[in-house]
């Protein structure tokens, strides 16, 4: 769906090393998956999911496919990147086209490792960064403002979305991110920003790298992150990028077994991708056949005929009904046909809303 998550962070906090564990661990997971290197910093990676795992176990398909997210390494932000400093703009321009930020945070002493800032302070760096995004949507909307008032001489309601425009940017003034701005849900809010696409109104999620030491409990600087975090609604996920990097080489046994031996279940990679998926909106439902088992991609709360939309066009418009077998059944009865025989199978109209995980045939006449 083209959806992506952009890695953001300070020089030197190990945001390419997440990225580039990012890329090969899941190339690795997902062997049959055509991975697809878009841009040199830019990837497409397929979403880990249990779920289809069991489905192939059911099924024994030729070909498996997994949803994907895209994720976009974003060059190192400096401090006045707002301004041009570094080439900001560009990379300011970068994140604009993302959906969700990722923010990667040294949370770890090394004095072989230089920070730019001369010292390890996970707040001062997430202030650092989020400045920059609030100072870049201040300048793009006192623009907006202004064209907004020229406009009003002619139109009553450029007036109304001025001063709206006006009561926001003081906001941001105020050091406050655009998503936590008390209007964000109105639907003036949502229609300035398809027009000016805020980037501090995007979805924030931290990732706090630690080293080995910092994956048994969490140190000062992840509980400090983490309570910056709950005030603002984000997440925090905890990984040491250096270990996710050597985890991407290993094969599906070797790296679970290593998982199991350092007490975690779900490495911090894996935990991205889905949170990530979660905060987009998104979810998936299965088809499921000897040919193929796929996860397609859509929006929470979609009817079926948007579902099917993503399969082919065709399906949507000659949409007649959809044959759906909920994922626990699918799995318990062991398949397709066991479940038809136990009642489990449902025929769905127009505005059945599709469930995360459901396995889904269309039946469809164009």
Known sequence: MGLSIGLVGLPNV????????LTKAQNAEAANYPFCTIEPNKATVPVPDKRIDALVEIVKPERVQYSTLDFVDIAGLVKGASKGEGLGNKFLSNIRETEVILQIVRCFDDENIVHTEGRINPLDDVEIIENELI??????LTNRIERLKKQAKNEKDAIVM?????ELAEFLAEGKLARNFPKAD???????NREVR?????EIMYGANVDESGLESDNTYVIA????????GCEVI????????????LEDDERDEFLRDMGIQESG???IIRKGFDKLGLMSYFTAGVKEVRAWTIHKNTTAPKAAAVIHNDFEKGFIRAEVIGYDDYVTFGGENKSKDAGKMRLEGKEYIVADGDIMHFRFNV
Not at 14 to 21: D, R, Y
Not at 225 to 232: C, G
């Open 14 to 21: 190990g945001k390419s090393t997440t990225f580039n564990a």
């Open 135 to 140: 100072f870049a949507d201040i300048e793009v």
């Open 162 to 166: 001025a001063e709206f425009a006006e």
């Open 186 to 192: 109105s639907e003036m809010f949502e229609k300035l």
């Open 198 to 202: 805020l980037l501090s109104a995007k």
């Open 225 to 232: 992150l983490k309570e910056h975090a709950t005030k603002n």
């Open 238 to 249: 905890v990984l040491c990028a250096k270990i996710e990097e050597e985890l991407g080489g």
């Open 269 to 271: 990679l894996e935990q």
